[in-house]
DNA sequence: TAAGTATTGACCAGTCCGGTCTAAAGTGCT
DNA sequence: AGCACTTTAGACCGGACTGGTCAATACTTA
């Protein structure tokens, strides 16, 4: 194996050093990346990093890959696909969406600078990798809803839009309040009950 | 007059200046920010940047300045603060936000950035300009709505919530649409058109 | 004890930084 | 034409930081 050394490493370590490097990314993209922060921030001596990892290409790659993978576990095991009414729906991938950017934000970040970042020689199986989780997320949201649930006076597919722009809204409004606080000690509730009662003001006015 | 040399400068040459610093900063913050790039993309020689402003950080001073007198002059003139109807209100503020964007891209991602990047040493009266465009922005926003016109079985202000993350996501939604087309050439009839259609659906359903 | 593995950080050459300064070119007055 | 003054360009400076190497060490195992 190619990472063998760095997959051997214990639990702990490991996962600082991918806590380092998936936040140093994230923050600067991949040219301005320094991996002199990221040993540092990781609590490894300079040396381990080219130890564990070809180089400063080969760690980025690695760290695509893991990122990909680990979204694709939450969005595509959690999400209830029977239900045909869009406003639940929504209301399940936003609730995925939060959990997995609380308990991942590095990560999370990371992969939204890295659709911006002009990537430097992605390997095909992981521009694959990252098509694919696209389209699936795309049937995720919109396959086999019930459209005759809106009111019959507005265009369906801009109602659509308009509660995805809600979500959106939502999420960032919280995540603003948030700021600076650790996602992972925060209690939500109070949280989803106010994101209950956006929900319940587009049922009623969206819905017939 | 601090600036006399810089502002004696023909009209053309000081604004291939500004741009090129506009966009050097917004793309990379402050620190990152490098004035080598400035003057080449301005087209000057090294020398004469740092003979019209004593240095990087004054410079950067003079841009908040101007960045904040231009938003200004979009805002405060244009958006008819009579008109009760929040729908309405919130139509031309995004008209006047678009238009100023359209106009003025690199002033506002300038601006834009310069909220989140922790600013070295803001002089106070910078500051203070700030300020009062926050809180007159604000008063545009909200003064004088007839809350009235909405449905009563729904809370009021997270319709305005709602609605005002509708205008997000559709400016959003076209800039996304235009990228890497020079905004001053474009035909924005089409686009209106559909915003009104949006408009329209917000209209019916959370107007009573 | 010896072989093998894991680890460190000083070090390398190179790039880029903000800022200076010399020398030249341009401008205007007499 | 000659002189004083302003405007311009870019070579140059010390210093910070870059990705990556490597010799020296510590640790593990037999």
Redesign the interface.
Known sequence: MIHEKFENLDENKQQRILDAAFKEFAENGYE?ASTNHIVKNAGIGKGMLFYYFQNKKELYHYLVDNALQIIRYYYLNRINMQATDFIERMKQATQVKMTCFAENPNVFHFLGTFFLDSVPDLPSYLSQQYEQLLTEGNAIMYDNIDKTLF?D???VD??F??I???M???QN?VINRLQGQKLTSVDFGPYWEEFY??LE??K???YR
Chains 1, 2 share one sequence.
């Open positions: 301005r009111r006076d507005v265009d801009k109602v839009k308009l995805q722009w809600a959106d809204g939502y409004e009662a956006y003001i587009l009623k006015s969206f």
